[in-house]
Each structure stands twice: as C-alpha cells, then as structure tokens.
C-alpha cells in the first residue's frame, strides 16, 4: 500500500517563500509520476504541478508557472513543491497525489490513485 504524507504547511506572508515535502512510503517514488493540488472553501480541487516518473519532466498551472518548482529526490523518496512570490489566493489545502507510471503531464485527479491527508498552506499579513 503506497502512502504519501505531506509536510511544511504553514503560516506565510505576502510575497514570501515555502517548500512543501511529500514523502512516498510503500514504493519508491520514481514508479509513480507525482502530482501536488490545492483545495480552497468554495472551489474546486486544483492541480498545480506534476514531475513524470520516467524522464522527470515538470509540468504547472497556469496560476502557478513561473511561482512554484516542483522536484524529486529519489534517495529520499521524495517530492518538493517550491513556492515562491506567494499570493493571498494561494492560501489552500496543498495534497500530494500519486498516478500510475504510464498516467504522465496531466492534473486531471481523477487519474491519481493515492492521496495524502493535505497540509494547509496559509498566505496572510
């Protein structure tokens, strides 16, 4: 059973920066392409931004390109999200999701299999 826990959520100010981590346990993280979204009161889930298991091409949103880099370190079967310039709007319940190998540079989350629990980012002065 593949299990993935978020971490790094926090409290931000306008304009700041934060990473968040997604650790991979029950495999390994290079067998799924990992994808990170957001949930916000009010709308629908968000996804901002995948890396490809095979060939770790990256992929975003367009609310987030140029912001946020996601990376992978596969000796700590895990991944980052990298957010920077951040907005009041990116204040969200940040999850990291799994897809199957060959499920490659798509957000549709019906194609992601396993789930994290989230980690709530806020943005507020």
């Known amino acids: 059973q593949v299990q993935l826990l978020e971490s790094g959520g926090v409290l931000v100010q306008p304009g700041g920066s934060l990473r968040l981590s997604c650790a991979v346990f029950?495999?390994?993280?290079?067998?799924?392409?990992i994808g990170w979204f957001r949930h916000s009161p009010g709308k629908e889930r968000e996804g901002i931004s995948c890396?490809?298991?095979?060939?770790?091409?990256?992929y975003y949103a367009d609310s987030v390109q140029g912001r946020f880099a996601i990376s992978r370190d596969n000796a700590k079967n895990t991944v980052y999200l990298e957010m920077n310039s951040l907005k009041p709007e990116d204040t969200a319940v940040y999850y990291c999701?799994?897809?199957?190998?060959?499920?490659?540079?798509?957000?549709?989350?019906?194609?992601?299999?396993?789930w994290g629990q989230g980690t709530q980012v806020t943005v507020s002065s």
């Open positions: 890396i490809s298991s095979s060939d770790g091409h990256t």
């Open positions: 029950g495999s390994t993280v290079v067998h799924y392409n």
């Open positions: 999701a799994a897809a199957e190998w060959y499920v490659t540079r798509t957000l549709n989350r019906d194609l992601y299999i396993y």
